[in-house]
């Protein structure tokens, strides 16, 4: 299948804590992510489906950048989805903190959060997500 390990939260200190990036790079992500969709707008500057690439490359080289994107697109990658009950879904919730531990002990990314214990990763997530 391809499912992958998020957390719950949308809270930018969370997410920035749980890369261990600081606190402004989601913000400062959000910006440049919005300044090439509102410039891609404008038809005379390029064509409107390379607004991404252009974001792409104006993040290329930022590792703070970089890695919160890739965060935000793929969070903690893939998992062992064997951990899931046969009736799972391809999306879903994980609150209890022992499954969440095994699947994110399995997550293709798991070391994004390697500075930090699995306690705190649960709390700062509010519980892990999948889908």
Not at 103 to 121: G, Y
């Amino acid at each position: 299948m391809g499912i992958r390990l998020f957390p719950r939260t949308d809270n930018d200190a969370n997410l920035a804590e749980l890369i261990n990036v600081p606190q402004e790079t989601f913000d400062l992500l959000r910006y440049i992510e919005e300044q090439y969709q509102g410039e891609a707008k404008e038809a005379t500057k390029w064509p409107e489906n390379d607004w991404y690439e252009m974001f792409r490359n104006h993040i290329k080289g930022h590792e703070e950048l970089e890695k919160a994107h890739k965060f935000r697109v793929s969070g903690w990658g893939y998992f062992d989805e064997n951990y899931l009950g046969p009736d799972a879904h391809c999306a879903g919730e994980i609150k209890d903190p022992v499954l969440a531990r095994k699947i994110f002990d399995s997550a293709d990314f798991k070391e994004l959060s390697n500075h930090i214990d699995f306690e705190r990763v649960f709390q700062l997530s509010q519980f892990i997500c999948y889908g």
